[in-house]
């Protein structure tokens, strides 16, 4: 996240009470790179942005009395003719809530205002713009467990935090599991919006629409997951909405990781298509590599994944186990296995506070092997200790035979 004296964005503050725009003029004159401009509504027009005529980088908007014809005038402008929305006022109202998602509000901060709500808001909206304005593309990179409960979950939250913490990139944790995905619940976070709301506002989403809908860890990665309110649904989400999510976040983040139910349907094939690196998790178990096995025929036979996008990750692995990696490496035809050592007693310990491996138990092995996993996939977080990769599996795997 950039630091907050080096944001530079002209902010437009609009409310219909003097005494607030005063309060918020007040906060942001603190900051240097920030342009402010202000706009009073006493009378008349009811769209924030009327009169308006050079668009603001961030539109700051203090809900009054006619906050519901306010929110219902953004959300009638195209996507591209809104610039990104932060909503100051009671978050309480879910009809509130609902409105400033379609007009693409990035936060709903509630009164009183905190100042490093703001500040944290804004610097968010200063990355992503400068992100879009790049013209890269991320990469993705998709995890799926070969049986259920092998951990793909635990590891894929764990990858996208270091990603984020530790390598400093713009991350996006998306949990495909539209019924029982949990992946809020791994950073102690309880969204009121999140998957199910992005795909019944797809319509004109842009990035910075796309950042309305994602629940905001510490370390600054984005999770897109069930809501906590949300009923379990029924139906099943479409490839098409997906794959137009996929394009969105990856348009403004450096990397997106993708946790996928355990399945190979239209929608899971689609992720897998677009994905650069696909983490196949296993057990030293003889019915996990039997799945594992038939996964991975599928993959490389019906979905033409190439051998060099596919890293089998052994999770919980025992040294003593009478299953050797070797026995896994040729079972499942993977030459690249990495290992994640079994910590039972940790991994519980991080579910249940809600805490990712890196702050709770930073320099244990597991925390090491999932930096090194990181790194493999893309990040820099076990490069940053030399020869920390190499150490973390030559310790774990046997050498391959020549």
């Known amino acids: 996240m950039p630091e907050l004296a080096d944001i530079r964005l002209k902010v437009l503050l609009v409310s219909r009470r003097k005494d607030t725009l005063d309060s918020l003029d007040a906060v942001l004159r603190k900051y240097p790179g920030i342009r402010i401009e202000r706009k009073l509504v006493v009378n008349g027009h009811v769209d924030p942005l009327h009169g308006v005529t050079s668009p603001p980088d961030a539109l700051v908007l203090h809900l009054g009395q006619t906050w519901q014809a306010e929110l219902e005038s953004l959300a009638a402008r195209p996507a591209d003719r809104r610039p990104p929305l932060v909503v100051v006022g009671s978050t309480n109202d879910t009809n509130a809530m609902r409105l400033a ?56 939250c764990n990858v996208a935090h270091v990603l984020a913490a530790q390598s400093q990139q713009r991350v996006a944790l998306i949990d495909l599991d539209l019924q029982f995905g949990t992946i809020p619940l791994y950073f102690d976070l309880f969204p009121k919006r999140g998957l199910l709301q992005a795909i019944e506002n797809l319509e004109g989403m842009d990035a910075t629409a796309f950042q309305g809908y994602l629940a905001r860890h510490g370390s600054g990665l984005g999770i897109l997951g069930n809501a906590a309110d949300d009923a379990l649904p029924v139906g099943n989400i479409s490839a098409e909405a997906v794959q137009t999510l996929l394009n969105v976040a990856v348009r403004s983040h450096q990397h997106v990781v993708v946790d996928l139910p355990r399945r190979i349907d239209p929608v899971t094939t689609r992720v897998i298509d677009r994905a650069q690196h696909i983490v196949l998790v296993v057990q030293q178990s003889v019915t996990v590599l039997r799945d594992a096995t038939r996964l ?33 490496r040729s079972t499942i035809g993977c030459a690249d296995l990495l290992a994640v050592p079994n910590d039972y007693r940790s991994v519980s310990e991080c579910i249940a506070a809600g805490r990712p491996l890196l702050e709770h138990v930073r320099t244990a092995a597991i925390t090491k092997a999932v930096m090194a996993l990181e790194t493999r996939l893309g990040g820099t977080a076990a490069t940053a200790r030399p020869g920390l990769l190499a150490r973390t599996f030559s310790s774990l795997i046997k050498p391959r035979s020549p």
């Open 101 to 156: 998602m379609q007009a693409g509000a990035r936060d709903l901060l509630p009164i009183p205002l905190v100042e490093a709500d703001l500040m944290s808001a804004l610097a968010r909206i200063e990355r992503d713009r400068k992100a879009v304005s790049s013209g890269e593309e991320g990469a993705v990179t998709a995890f799926i467990n070969a049986k259920g409960g092998c951990g793909s979950t635990f590891l894929a």
């Open 296 to 328: 991975m025929n599928c993959l490389r036979r019906d979905l033409a994944v190439s051998a060099d996008r596919i890293t089998a990750v052994i999770n919980r692995y025992e040294k003593d186990s009478p299953i050797s990696t070797e026995d896994i």
